[in-house]
């Protein structure tokens, strides 16, 4: 069973940094593309950053030049480091996986099919 937990949330001042991690299990030795999400009260969930199997990535304008994703495949980890953060990235923020080997690089929440609880981020001014 796929699992993918996440931690790393908490509250921070504008300006600062956060390094988000998501635990990821039930994939074997298989990998798939992972990515992060973000999604505020009343918002549609947006990408931020993805990562495919050949550990290319992808941001989207949520993440671009002050976000980077990786991947530790030895530990099944996956991370977003946050520098330069601002009062709009205040969200709760998620880890997914999509369940196809041969999958899309695409920072479409639709695409991806398992899902973490999130954790909250809070960027104070």
Do not use: H
């Amino acid at each position: 069973q796929v699992q993918l937990v996440e931690s790393g949330g908490g509250s921070v001042q504008a300006g600062g940094s956060l390094r988000l991690s998501c635990t990821a299990s039930g994939f074997g030795s298989r990998m798939y593309c992972m990515g992060w999400f973000r999604q505020g009260p009343g918002t549609e969930r947006e990408g931020v950053a993805i990562i495919d199997r050949e550990l290319s990535t992808r941001y989207a304008d949520a993440g671009k030049d002050r976000f980077t994703i990786s991947l530790d495949n030895a530990n099944n980890t996956l991370y977003l480091y946050m520098t330069s953060l601002q009062t709009e990235d205040t969200d709760m923020y998620y880890c997914a996986a999509q369940s196809d080997f041969w999958c899309v690089a695409s920072v479409a929440p639709i695409l991806y099919t398992y899902w973490g609880q999130g954790t909250q981020v809070i960027v104070s001014s």
